[in-house]
């Protein structure tokens, strides 16, 4: 395998070894993206010279004798928006076409504490509202196993680029399977903890109730080691829990004899194709092949999740993106003739010219199911099968560790199929949407291939219990060869290097 190829663990390794530097390391991937980048799109902004001073300077911290934490040297992306001080952070938006934040999100923070190496802001769909990064204003992002296809989405960007080796890791965010989804489209590995275990302080928020954020590695121990640097509390977090943190390479013991796995049969229906799910199926086999009890379960109201998802996101966005007005930051229409907009027109204007179309679907049914008359109908409603499906999963959880499912009923989408029919797409989170509408964690991780293109099978378990699907599915990758695989790449377009 090549530089670009490994994981956190193994170039910490050798970097402990002295076979390699963290400007090296940050040399190759920095080539990579180079080479790549101009096919596959994952980059908005690459941060070139602040990612080879940031390696330099753990180098020489290694060289004074200091021991350094795992991320130490590894470079990395960030989804884009994720805030980052003094480099532009837009979430693919126009809106936030020059935004620079003043500060860095507190995931950033506790990076930079590690001595991670940032290589740049990574593609998404505009304001993470999307399945495919087509959403994306600046371009679309290609799936590294075949770049006819999408990465999935929003944190497409994120999961081309760790696939591509245009990045070691990524952190990317999930409202509704935006890091599982990609990461399954992608064949890596993709996270979504707990709700509230992760500070969201300083990522620009979606729908805050269901926004948790997520980590894109390529195998589950990589998963475990960034865990461990951005769990924890936070006070500029509203919704962050004060809970002890374990170590969650610990979790790795790569037995899982006896452990309760449950099928939720209704979530094995007609949308699910059936080369995702033959392959799904042998998935299944494997596990309990390692000792693992499965079972189908019935998690009667799956299918109600989708719909009242796209009530209370919505519902939420339209509060989160209303503060984009043109007057406290970001884009604002400014006439032709230099003249000013009355404050009205101003208003509509910046609005209508800095938001792109699904952003603009979005705002309007969050305002029309908060209206009054539609609150009732609509939003309470949407709400009260929240709690059904909450006290669903609670009562699984009774009987079965983890809960598991494909990531995603289709494999990854061509790209420009989807696009057109919104509802359609909604539908393609049907498995990963229920997830965050309980706050629960879990994984998405590569369990085979149909057609040559991955496909990813999601593990849940109980809130904080992401230990529990660590230790399943890192037992799952340690006896399949999935996570080793990359994707054939040939140069096309990029010749720059
Ligand atoms: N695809 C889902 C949506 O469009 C989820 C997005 C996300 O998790 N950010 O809402």
Redesign the pocket.
């Known amino acids: 395998m090549e530089i670009f190829d490994l994981t956190v663990y193994q170039l910490k390794e050798m970097m402990e070894k002295g076979t390699i530097t963290a400007r090296e390391i940050t040399s190759v991937v920095l080539a990579r993206i180079r080479q790549f980048d101009a096919d596959i799109r994952a980059y908005v902004t690459v941060t070139e010279e602040d990612a080879l001073a940031a390696a330099q300077e753990v180098d020489q911290r290694r060289k004074d004798g200091e021991k350094l934490p795992p991320l130490a040297g590894i470079p990395l992306g960030l989804k884009d928006n994720i805030c980052t001080k003094g480099v532009r952070t837009t979430c693919s938006s126009h809106m936030l076409d020059n935004f620079i934040p003043p500060y860095n999100a507190t995931v950033v923070e506790k990076l930079n504490k590690c001595g991670a190496v940032l290589t740049g802001k990574l593609n998404?769909?505009e304001f993470?509202?999307?399945?495919t990064t087509e959403?994306s204003a600046f371009f679309p992002t290609h799936n590294p196993w075949d770049l006819e296809r999408v990465p999935g989405?929003?944190?497409g960007g994120p999961a081309a680029a760790v696939a591509a080796g245009e990045a070691i890791y990524a952190l990317?965010?999930?409202?509704?399977?935006?890091?599982r989804?990609p990461a399954s489209f992608c064949g890596i590995v993709g996270m979504?903890p707990t709700y509230g275990l992760i500070s969201r302080s300083g990522v620009v928020p979606?729908?805050s109730s269901?926004?948790q954020v997520?980590t894109l590695t390529k195998d589950v121990r990589d998963c475990a080691l960034v865990l461990n640097a951005i769990a924890g509390h936070d006070p500029k977090d509203n919704a962050s829990a004060a809970v002890d943190i374990p170590d969650y390479t610990t979790f790795l013991t790569g037995n899982i004899k006896g452990k309760k796995i449950g099928v939720p049969k209704e979530q094995l229906g007609d949308r699910l194709d059936p080369r995702v799910a033959d392959v799904f199926k042998k998935a299944l086999d494997k596990l309990e092949e390692l000792g693992a009890v499965v079972d189908e379960c019935s998690f009667p109201h799956a299918a109600s999740a989708v719909p009242a998802?796209?009530i209370i996101?919505p519902a939420e966005a339209s509060s989160n993106l209303a503060r984009f007005d043109g007057v406290r930051y970001g884009y604002r229409a400014v006439p032709d003739d230099g003249k000013e907009y009355d404050l009205l027109e101003m208003y509509m204007k910046t609005r209508g010219e800095g938001f792109g179309p699904?952003v603009k679907r979005?705002i309007m049914m969050g305002t029309y199911v908060l209206s009054s008359g539609c609150y009732e109908k609509f939003y309470l409603k949407a709400l009260k099968v929240r709690t059904l499906i909450r006290n669903e999963y609670q009562r699984l959880f009774q009987d079965y560790d983890v809960l598991v499912t494909p990531t995603s009923p289709y494999l990854p989408f061509r790209l420009g199929d989807e696009v057109d029919d919104p509802l359609e797409?909604?539908h393609?989170?049907s498995y990963?949407?229920p997830v965050?509408m309980a706050g629960l964690p879990a994984i998405s991780l590569p369990c085979g291939f149909a057609e040559g293109l991955p496909v990813g099978m999601q593990l849940i378990a109980p809130a904080f219990a992401e230990g529990r699907i660590l230790q399943v599915a890192h037992a799952f990758e340690q006896n399949t060869p999935y996570h080793q695989q990359r994707p054939p790449l040939k140069e096309k377009k990029g010749s720059e290097s």
């Open positions: 998404m769909d993470a509202m999307g399945s959403f989405g929003s944190s990317g965010s999930d409202t509704g399977g935006s890091a989804q979504k979606f729908a269901l926004d997520g998802y796209h996101a699904e979005r797409l909604y393609s989170d990963t949407i965050n």
